[in-house]
């Protein structure tokens, strides 16, 4: 559908937010918007190079003056005046928060005519963002996802996705986009930093879900610290009409449960504690979830751990909050589900089992060495992983503390490590390793780093007869790597895995 907005209107609406500044034109300083000509806009964007003359240029972050040589666009908002371009500046005082309210404006509000449910934490969001997808997919007949593996706004349709949480430019257009198509229901992972720089402002979720937490993310271009990270964590359930959280984090529960039960309706889940509104009992019927004291009956994952049943239960209580009834079939559409890159389990020798995770921080790769410990009798563990650079700073000691809870190898190799060296990345992981039965070692190409960790398992069970199992983590199915702000071709872990399955038979 093709959309017009007065660009009158738009500079109206930011005066009314309190954002506006000036409007500066070539020959005029004003803060009226009736001094402006009359003129229609029809396209957002936060890109130079995707411009007309009608589109309204939103210049963010790491905007440079001469970004605006390639575009077209007649008017901008910025946080500054560029005065050697011709376009109008729409002046304000922060663009980010622009950004979103012109958004919500040009694509009418589509948050608050559609079902949308929303997931953050540390660990879990993509996972249980396909799990509570496929619940209302299976009960409505459609829904949208956004997710930081693929995007979908109408209901049938995946692509693959670049952010976590994209812009609020995306966002309102993926909404708009799913009500044109029909889709009533949506469902989106929302990072911290999604608050942070206020790419969800004006959004106020149906059900808003709050898996675990565990430091990440600090870095001087993401959190300065823990606190800032949790606080910006918290936003989503202060922002959502209901609140599911899990009774199981310790000493943070305190402040989710106290933020969580300001809500309407509220729904716990956990994994031992059946006081919990949404539990799991463990016995001859399998993995059995209750709600409300009530069986909603055994689930078989497709997907390995402990962890992914508490992704489902976070998922069944959104999917509950969304109207699916609790005894619905629906419910048990998520035993299907596979994410690819993530618990992707493969068995390519004798003795010797894979897998295949985006694990890239403590919580994650630890909940997978315990869940490798309890489904394998005594297994020697190998763990293949590196660390990103520029971001997520205190991964790399969480990284060498969770390979401290089991691995008897652990091969540091190459991650997205950007502009940072790998000799220092390499270096503060194994500082942090205070097991002295891991053995570190450094190969450098990620390739020959996964080819020796799977010739290793290989001679070591069949010298021992022991269960061996290589941990393949940070990269799923990724077949890049990012090297001085630029993706660099690197075969993905699986590809590597099936190469030598199929060479070593």
Known sequence: MQRKENIRNIVRLLKKEGLLREVISKDKWSCNEDDLTEFNIDSLSYTSKTTSPSTLLFCKGAFKEEYLKSSQSLFYVSSRPYLSSSATAIVVQDVSKAMAKVGAYFYSYPQERICLAAITGTKGKTTTAFFTHAILSSYFGS?????????CSDGKTFTPSSLTTPESLDIFKALSDALEHGV?????????????????????FDAGAFLNISPDHVSPSEHPNFEDYF???RQLLKNSRSAV?????????????EEAEKKSRSLSFS????????YLKKGEKGSEIFFEGKSLGAFDLAMEGDFNLANAMAAIALAIECGVPTESPALHALEKVKVAGRMERMDPAPGVTVYVDYAHNYLSLASLIRHVQSAFKDPFITVVTGATGTKG????????????????????????????????????????????????EREDDRTLAVLSALNGAKKDSEKTGRHNVVLLVGKGEEDWVKVAGKKVAQKSDPSIVKEWEKEIN
């Open 143 to 151: 829904c949208g996802l956004l997710s930081s593996d693929k995007n």
């Open 184 to 204: 009533g229901h949506f469902v989106m992972e929302v990072s911290s930093q999604a608050y942070k720089v206020s790419r969800v402002e004006g959004i106020e």
């Open 231 to 233: 606080f910006c964590k």
């Open 245 to 257: 959280y899990s009774a199981d984090l310790g000493k943070f529960e305190g402040l989710i449960k």
């Open 271 to 278: 994994l031992s504690s059946s006081s919990s509104d949404l």
């Open 393 to 440: 700073l205190n991964r790399r000691e969480g990284l060498g503390k969770a390979a401290s809870l089991g691995a008897g190898r652990l091969i540091l190799t190459t991650d997205d490590r950007d502009f940072d060296s790998l000799d220092q990345i390499d270096a503060q992981i194994e500082k942090a390793v205070d097991n002295p039965n891991t053995r570190v």
